[in-house]
């Protein structure tokens, strides 16, 4: 590729809601500059992990270069990097952003602004990020583009009423809004002559040339043969190759210069060398200071991961090895199960990110794993003065060992139409908010701002949320730190007997609840045996809630016809198949749906 | 010479009642005609192979056998008489159900050798009849058992059922006592089993159906009080009077050698288990493709090459026993007779001790309270017949 010229490069994104229509505008842009005929693309060109486009979000940031042929005349350089959409992965998106000068904002004419369009805002204005907004949807019946435009300038503060009036879907107003790229986002800076000076943003795992790293020039230039350095991690390498994006490919070029967004190749074995957020500077001419912003990832929730048959524990451990590959924020270390056997206790940036894991391993490494509960990390302080951070509910000292523990809490923004305020306050309390402020956005919606304690919310609160707003409210959160809190064990005893694998840290005044529900559904999910069993909940010792599973009076065959033997022994060997897919504690088989039955605890 | 037992299927049923997935529909006399021509050409074609046999016992189940005009059963058997050796006085019985025989009908059996009736009664309360859809009440049952009587049938088995829809404990026990007093020679009781896909299992919920505790009490019951009145429990759901137990029944447990004619009948022959087509279109397929069949066929050897090579797109799930399907057979369906399983005749048959093989599990149901050990048996305990699935399911082997 030759020089090109900074004026005529423009680096952005596009933010957005989930489902306000990020990633179809993302499609026409592409479609539009001709990089692919619209028979060519596969809906949704940039989330190309079959889970993203089930799930209609974005997980890992995607980048794509387009030439666009502008109204002036001119070629312009487009790096569109479109970044991942969940809470879970905030820090991946800042790093995108950072690598932005600009980002379109996506607001749907119908819905107006949302909690994740106030989160991605003001992320990207911390950025400096010269934000422009464009309506989407005008072409819904529902649609309003003027109040929206006015509740843009009146909530954000930025002008809106010029904002291109668009309909991805149909392709509606996308030339005016590859225009506005060019006017509005401001060509990059920086100078080719300095040291290198480049922003990761993301890297990913490839078996042939290890890891390509995503990464944005600031300052300098970088080609084949240039010796760098990670700054953080201090990992060295020499340039193999570098590129820049095509649709889906890599296209290999001489030379990234300050303003220019592509990728390069190090033969680099391991993505933990190449953190995102680090800098990358030449070894030899290296820069005074690394780009701002860097840190450490850490693991917010965790679960225990073991697989369904036991003999497969190797595969798991590759599984996760090569998964690990490509994903730094996933951490995972070896564990042992009473219940259970051998598995894994694995760490999460947040839910979703444990639900993707999980699918992953289910469905591209074919693995039937039995999932417990996911937990945050817990802050225990001995009596000792000693300060442990818990992970696995089993580890948990003795409670004459503990001084007192804290847990992670978050502060929340929940945006909600105002006639369900109530419901949605009414949830936040029950999931031990604390109620911080309520801010009217206009005469219908709200703000609510909570503090809310990570452990409630892992696992069913946006669900919760949904259900008791119709759908209506949106709800985003970041960690604000730990506070002390009344936590105890609570424990789950099959036929007298302990099951590690069920007990799980909750809040004292929730132990009962918790507990009497666990134990009405584990009853449903236990077949019956020869003998009763008790389910038992227990806190310290003592027994809060107990179920009985009934024993098992008759078990027969009908009626053998004419010697169809055949038949018998097929039933006999189902139900003989249907024990190995149990899991044995003391004298009782558990099936492996209870293990998981305990993440659905929340009230119909 | 081996024994063989021959079973013979008749599809057909003046109509299906609610609780029943068995193999069977009603049909036109044609239907029925054209079934029987094909019925008798199997029979026929099929006897090379069974020329080291002799048959001890003939079932003619269903569906309902006696649907068939009379006539048309008796030509069955002389098809059967004239192919095969039967031995002297082996057991041949014909299945009957209420309001479709005559004292003709049960005249003509007679004559054409047969000696044992299988009268399906059910229950003798009516209201308990109407509502799994029996054909008949108990008024034309009692008919058809003394024209089968006068006609001079003295081995008579009666089925009844025990947990139907609306049985109370009081209502079985009145069953009992009214079937007891007739005297018939042996009684099989069954409890009902919904199956799915039945209509009485998608209209379950309108019924009252007895507890397990009560299912549990029937049986009990059944047990006691026909023992008291001096039938054997010779297997799960099976009493007979002294001498009059079911040969052909037994052979499906022991394991002895039978051969299914018909839509889709079950045999075991030599270790070797297969089942014909459950359509009409593949049965008729299959019995008119025998015309290639050897005529040299001699025994169960050729039968085996036959059913690999010409007969093989016929046969459905044919299945060559091994070493360990058989030992899990020996078990599981020995378990069924009251008198177990022989531990040296394990021994004898497979050159293995049972204890050899499955010890573990012995132990572990034995110290369950599930099986006993009596003179060299191992066999069910009265809680193992409660729960015999999960028993006999742990004698599968991996």
Same mark, same amino acid.
């Given at each position: 590729?030759?020089?090109?010229?900074?004026?005529?490069?423009?680096?952005?994104?596009?933010?957005?809601?989930?489902?306000?229509?990020?990633?179809?505008?993302?499609?026409?842009?592409?479609?539009?500059?001709?990089?692919?005929?619209?028979?060519?693309?596969?809906?949704?060109?940039?989330?190309?992990?079959?889970?993203?486009?089930?799930?209609?979000?974005?997980?890992?940031?995607?980048?794509?270069?387009?030439?666009?042929?502008?109204?002036?005349?001119? !070629?312009?350089?487009?790096?569109?990097?479109?970044?991942?959409?969940?809470?879970?992965?905030?820090?991946?998106?800042?790093?995108?952003?950072?690598?932005? *000068?600009?980002?379109?904002?996506?607001?749907?004419?119908?819905?107006?602004?949302?909690?994740?369009?106030?989160?991605? &805002?003001?992320?990207?204005?911390?950025?400096?990020? *010269?934000?422009?907004?464009?309506?989407?949807?005008?072409?819904?019946?529902?649609? /309003?583009?003027?109040?929206?435009?006015?509740?843009?300038?009146?909530?954000?503060?930025?002008?809106?009423?010029?904002?291109?009036?668009?309909?991805?879907?149909?392709?509606?107003?996308?030339?005016? &809004?590859?225009?506005?790229?060019?006017?509005?986002?401001?060509?990059?800076?920086?100078?080719?002559?300095?040291?290198?000076?480049?922003?990761?943003?993301?890297?990913?795992?490839?078996?042939?040339?290890?890891?390509?790293?995503?990464?944005?020039?600031?300052?300098?230039?970088?080609?084949?043969?240039?010796?760098?350095?990670?700054?953080?991690?201090?990992?060295?390498?020499?340039?193999?190759?570098?590129?820049?994006?095509?649709?889906?490919?890599?296209?290999?070029?001489?030379?990234?210069?300050?303003?220019?967004?592509?990728?390069?190749?190090?033969?680099?074995?391991?993505?933990?060398?190449?953190?995102?957020?680090?800098?990358?500077?030449?070894?030899?001419?290296?820069?005074?200071?690394?780009?701002?912003?860097?840190?450490?990832?850490?693991?917010?929730?965790?679960?225990?991961?073991?697989?369904?048959?036991?003999?497969?524990?190797?595969?798991?451990? =590759?599984?996760?090895?090569?998964?690990?590959?490509?994903?730094?924020?996933?951490?995972?270390?070896?564990?042992?199960?009473?219940?259970?056997?051998?598995?894994?206790?694995?760490?999460?940036?947040?839910?979703?990110?444990?639900?993707?894991?999980?699918?992953?391993?289910?469905?591209?490494?074919?693995?039937?794993?039995?999932?417990?509960?996911?937990?945050?990390?817990?802050?225990?302080?001995?009596?000792?003065?000693?300060?442990?951070?818990?992970?696995?509910?089993?580890?948990?000292?003795?409670?004459?060992?503990? =001084?007192?523990?804290?847990?992670?809490?978050?502060?929340?923004?929940?945006?909600?139409?105002?006639?369900?305020?109530?419901?949605?306050?009414?949830?936040?309390?029950?999931?031990?908010?604390?109620?911080?402020?309520?801010?009217?956005?206009?005469?219908?919606?709200?703000?609510?701002?909570?503090?809310?304690?990570?452990?409630?919310?892992?696992?069913?609160?946006?669900?919760?949320?949904?259900?008791?707003?119709?759908?209506?409210?949106?709800?985003?959160?970041?960690?604000?730190?730990?506070?002390?809190?009344?936590?105890?064990?609570?424990?789950?005893?099959?036929?007298?007997? /302990?099951?590690?694998?069920?007990?799980?840290?909750?809040?004292?005044?929730?132990?009962?609840?918790?507990?009497?529900?666990?134990?009405?559904?584990?009853?449903? !999910?236990?077949?019956?045996?020869?003998?009763?069993?008790?389910?038992?909940?227990?806190?310290?010792?003592?027994?809060?809630?107990?179920?009985?599973?009934?024993?098992?009076?008759? *078990?027969?065959?009908?009626?053998?016809?004419?010697?169809?033997?055949?038949?018998?022994?097929?039933?006999?060997?189902?139900?003989?198949?249907?024990?190995?897919?149990?899991?044995?504690?003391?004298?009782?088989?558990?099936?492996?749906?209870?293990?998981?039955?305990?993440?659905?605890?929340? *009230?119909? | 010479?081996?024994?063989?037992?021959?079973?013979?299927?008749?599809?057909?049923c003046?109509?299906?009642c609610?609780?029943c997935?068995?193999?069977?529909?009603?049909?036109?006399?044609? $239907?029925?005609? +054209?079934?029987?021509?094909?019925?008798?050409?199997?029979?026929?074609?099929?006897?090379?192979?069974?020329?080291?046999?002799?048959?001890?016992?003939? %079932?003619?189940g269903g569906g309902t056998p006696s649907?068939?005009?009379?006539?048309?059963?008796?030509?069955?058997? $002389?098809?059967?008489?004239?192919?095969?050796?039967? #031995?002297?006085?082996?057991?041949?019985?014909?299945e009957c159900n209420p309001g479709t025989?005559?004292?003709?009908?049960?005249?003509?059996?007679?004559?054409?050798?047969?000696?044992?009736l299988s009268i399906g009664l059910q229950s003798?309360?009516?209201?308990?009849l109407?509502?799994i859809?029996r054909i008949h009440?108990?008024? #034309?049952f009692?008919?058809t058992?003394?024209?089968?009587?006068?006609?001079? %049938?003295?081995?008579?088995n009666i089925d009844l059922m025990?947990?139907?829809?609306?049985?109370?404990?009081?209502?079985?026990? $009145?069953?009992?006592?009214?079937?007891?007093?007739?005297?018939?020679?042996?009684?099989s009781?069954y409890?009902?089993?919904?199956?799915?896909?039945?209509?009485?299992?998608?209209?379950?919920?309108?019924?009252?159906?007895?507890?397990?505790?009560?299912?549990?009490?029937?049986?009990?019951?059944?047990?006691?009080?026909? @023992?008291?009145?001096?039938?054997?429990?010779?297997?799960?759901?099976?009493?007979?009077?002294?001498?009059?137990?079911?040969?052909?029944?037994?052979?499906?447990?022991?394991?002895?050698?039978?051969?299914?004619?018909?839509?889709?009948?079950?045999?075991?022959?030599?270790?070797?288990?297969?089942?014909?087509?459950?359509?009409?279109?593949?049965?008729?397929?299959?019995?008119?493709?025998?015309?290639?069949?050897? @005529?040299?066929?001699?025994?169960?050897?050729?039968?085996?090459?036959?059913?690999?090579?010409?007969?093989?797109?016929?046969?459905?799930?044919?299945?060559?026993?091994?070493?360990?399907?058989?030992?899990?057979?020996?078990?599981?369906?020995?378990?069924?007779?009251?008198?177990?399983?022989?531990?040296?005749?394990?021994?004898?048959?497979?050159?293995?001790?049972?204890?050899?093989?499955?010890?573990?599990?012995?132990?572990?149901?034995? +110290?369950?309270?599930?099986?006993?050990? $009596?003179?060299?048996?191992?066999?069910?305990?009265?809680?193992?017949?409660?729960?015999?699935?999960?028993?006999?399911?742990?004698?599968?082997?991996?």
């Amino acid at each position: 590729m030759e020089a090109v010229d900074q004026s005529r490069i423009r680096n952005f994104c596009i933010i957005a809601h989930i489902d306000h229509g990020k990633s179809t505008l993302a499609d026409r842009i592409i479609e539009k500059t001709g990089l692919l005929t619209s028979r060519e693309m596969q809906a949704q060109v940039l989330d190309n992990m079959d889970l993203e486009r089930e799930r209609g979000i974005t997980i890992k940031a995607q980048t794509v270069r387009i030439v666009y042929q502008a109204k002036d005349g001119n !070629e312009y350089i487009f790096n569109l990097i479109d970044t991942p959409g969940h809470v879970d992965f905030n820090y991946e998106v800042s790093r995108s952003l950072a690598a932005c *000068d600009g980002a379109i904002l996506v607001v749907d004419a119908a819905q107006g602004i949302e909690a994740q369009t106030l989160a991605n &805002v003001y992320l990207a204005l911390d950025h400096d990020l *010269d934000v422009f907004p464009v309506i989407n949807k005008i072409d819904l019946p529902s649609a /309003e583009p003027e109040r929206v435009k006015n509740e843009i300038e009146d909530v954000i503060g930025i002008e809106a009423q010029d904002a291109p009036l668009i309909s991805a879907k149909n392709g509606i107003g996308i030339e005016e &809004v590859l225009e506005a790229v060019v006017h509005k986002v401001p060509a990059p800076q920086g100078s080719p002559d300095k040291p290198l000076q480049a922003l990761i943003f993301d890297s990913v795992y490839d078996s042939y040339k290890g890891v390509i790293v995503f990464c944005r020039i600031k300052e300098g230039r970088v080609r084949k043969g240039t010796s760098i350095k990670m700054m953080a991690t201090g990992a060295t390498a020499e340039v193999v190759e570098v590129g820049y994006f095509g649709a889906g490919q890599f296209i290999p070029c001489e030379e990234l210069s300050a303003g220019m967004v592509g990728y390069l190749t190090a033969s680099i074995k391991n993505v933990k060398d190449t953190a995102v957020g680090d800098t990358v500077t030449d070894l030899d001419n290296p820069c005074a200071e690394p780009l701002p912003g860097y840190k450490k990832v850490n693991s917010m929730v965790y679960c225990g991961m073991y697989p369904a048959d036991g003999a497969k524990y190797p595969d798991l451990r =590759d599984a996760l090895e090569k998964l690990k590959l490509n994903d730094a924020s996933l951490n995972y270390e070896p564990e042992t199960s009473i219940a259970l056997g051998f598995g894994f206790r694995c760490g999460f940036l947040g839910l979703l990110h444990l639900e993707i894991i999980q699918e992953r391993l289910e469905r591209e490494y074919n693995l039937d794993l039995v999932t417990t509960a996911p937990g945050v990390i817990y802050r225990v302080y001995k009596t000792s003065g000693e300060m442990i951070e818990l992970t696995n509910p089993s580890n948990l000292p003795d409670p004459s060992e503990i =001084d007192y523990m804290e847990e992670p809490v978050v502060s929340a923004e929940i945006m909600v139409t105002t006639e369900f305020i109530g419901p949605i306050m009414q949830l936040c309390q029950e999931r031990r908010g604390r109620y911080i402020s309520t801010e009217y956005i206009e005469s219908t919606r709200a703000l609510l701002k909570y503090e809310l304690p990570l452990n409630e919310i892992i696992y069913d609160f946006f669900d919760a949320l949904k259900s008791r707003s119709r759908g209506y409210a949106s709800f985003d959160y970041e960690l604000k730190g730990y506070e002390q809190s009344k936590l105890v064990k609570l424990d789950i005893l099959i036929n007298h007997d /302990e099951v590690d694998a069920l007990s799980f840290i909750v809040h004292a005044d929730s132990a009962y609840e918790r507990g009497r529900k666990m134990c009405e559904k584990l009853k449903d !999910e236990i077949p019956r045996h020869l003998f009763e069993i008790p389910i038992q909940a227990a806190v310290g010792g003592k027994i809060i809630a107990r179920e009985t599973v009934k024993a098992m009076r008759k *078990d027969v065959l009908a009626k053998c016809y004419g010697g169809d033997i055949t038949r018998k022994k097929k039933l006999l060997e189902k139900q003989k198949e249907g024990k190995k897919r149990m899991r044995q504690v003391g004298n009782v088989e558990i099936p492996q749906s209870a293990f998981m039955s305990v993440l659905k605890l929340d *009230d119909k | 010479m081996r024994d063989l037992s021959i079973y013979i299927h008749i599809p057909f049923c003046a109509r299906k009642c609610l609780y029943c997935d068995f193999l069977s529909f009603s049909a036109s006399a044609a $239907e029925i005609k +054209s079934y029987v021509n094909l019925l008798l050409r199997e029979i026929k074609e099929q006897s090379v192979f069974y020329r080291d046999h002799r048959v001890i016992s003939v %079932f003619l189940g269903g569906g309902t056998p006696s649907i068939l005009p009379a006539e048309a059963v008796g030509r069955i058997l $002389e098809t059967v008489r004239e192919y095969y050796r039967m #031995t002297e006085g082996a057991e041949i019985t014909v299945e009957c159900n209420p309001g479709t025989v005559t004292a003709e009908k049960f005249i003509d059996y007679i004559t054409c050798g047969i000696n044992r009736l299988s009268i399906g009664l059910q229950s003798t309360q009516d209201e308990e009849l109407e509502r799994i859809g029996r054909i008949h009440d108990y008024k #034309t049952f009692l008919e058809t058992y003394r024209m089968a009587r006068a006609a001079g %049938f003295q081995n008579i088995n009666i089925d009844l059922m025990a947990a139907l829809p609306g049985q109370s404990i009081a209502s079985y026990r $009145e069953t009992l006592e009214r079937v007891t007093a007739l005297s018939p020679e042996h009684i099989s009781a069954y409890s009902l089993i919904l199956e799915e896909g039945t209509p009485l299992y998608d209209r379950k919920e309108q019924y009252c159906f007895p507890t397990e505790e009560e299912d549990r009490e029937m049986y009990q019951m059944t047990r006691e009080y026909l @023992e008291e009145q001096g039938y054997h429990r010779y297997e799960i759901s099976n009493y007979a009077r002294e001498g009059y137990a079911c040969r052909h029944n037994q052979v499906y447990w022991q394991r002895g050698d039978y051969a299914g004619f018909g839509l889709g009948a079950s045999s075991m022959v030599c270790d070797v288990r297969w089942r014909i087509p459950e359509t009409m279109e593949e049965y008729r397929a299959y019995v008119e493709n025998m015309q290639e069949s050897p @005529e040299a066929g001699r025994d169960c050897m050729d039968l085996a090459s036959w059913q690999k090579n010409g007969g093989k797109q016929g046969v459905k799930e044919r299945q060559v026993l091994g070493a360990k399907e058989q030992m899990e057979e020996y078990m599981f369906l020995g378990l069924r007779m009251m008198c177990g399983v022989n531990c040296r005749g394990f021994h004898d048959k497979f050159g293995q001790d049972m204890e050899a093989v499955y010890g573990a599990v012995l132990d572990k149901m034995m +110290s369950q309270g599930l099986l006993l050990r $009596e003179d060299g048996y191992i066999k069910l305990s009265d809680r193992g017949i409660d729960v015999s699935n999960y028993v006999m399911a742990g004698f599968l082997l991996d």
